[in-house]
């Protein structure tokens, strides 16, 4: 456990439980979290994980924009309902992303762990890319990934990681209770 993971842990935390308020500062704390993560990851040779960060750095800024352009006259954003065939479309991208970088990491790097490393990272862009869209649906593909999650960062020796995504599988269910307030959301918390 270093000091930068430290730091990371708790600027990860906050940008889940701000997601799960829907606070718009959900999205620069999100930034700095990956920023923080890809150095960790780094080091830990998690090289689809440090990727994914960089990825999921571009994912937050798409969800900012999309969050301040879906904040409704009266201060609300307002959660969209996830079609079948858009569950199946990001589901089977989220699959095809797994199998190519699991394959490339495999062939080109040292990788760690390099097929579960890539099919959590291709789930995880799905997940964010769902969190982006405001559909109450990436809560559950969360919390399958990072119960995934948690294992991985066990065998990595990551604990306090791994405890993070414990507390992850927590806010995403606090996100998925919250975000299920049906047409009613809580206004946007301004930065």
């Not at 959900?26 to 930034?31: D, R």
């Not at 924009?65 to 065939?85: A, E, H, I, K, T």
């Not at 507390?167 to 299920?180: D, N």
């Amino acid at each position: 456990m270093s000091p930068l993971e430290i730091v990371a842990v708790i600027v990860s935390a906050l940008a889940v439980w701000t997601t799960t308020r829907r606070s718009l500062w959900c999205w620069p704390l999100g930034l700095a979290s990956v920023a923080l993560y890809g150095v960790v990851f780094l080091e830990a040779k998690l090289y689809s994980d440090m990727v994914l960060q960089a990825v999921f750095g571009a994912f937050l800024v798409y969800g900012w924009v999309c969050w301040w352009r879906g904040v409704r006259d009266d201060g609300q954003v307002v959660v969209r309902p996830l079609s079948v065939r858009d569950a199946i479309l990001g589901l089977a991208a989220g699959g095809a992303a797994s199998v190519a970088l699991g394959l490339a990491m495999a062939r080109w790097t040292d990788a760690s762990l390099p097929y579960l490393d890539a099919t959590l990272a291709g789930f995880s862009l799905v997940a964010q890319y769902w969190t982006a869209r405001k559909h109450i649906e990436n809560w559950w593909l969360w919390i399958a990934v990072d119960v995934v999650y948690v294992a991985m960062y066990v065998v990595k020796d990551l604990y306090l990681t791994a405890g993070l995504y414990v507390a992850f599988i927590v806010l995403a269910i606090l996100g998925l209770r919250s975000w299920r307030v049906g047409t009613e959301a809580p206004a946007v918390q301004p930065l």
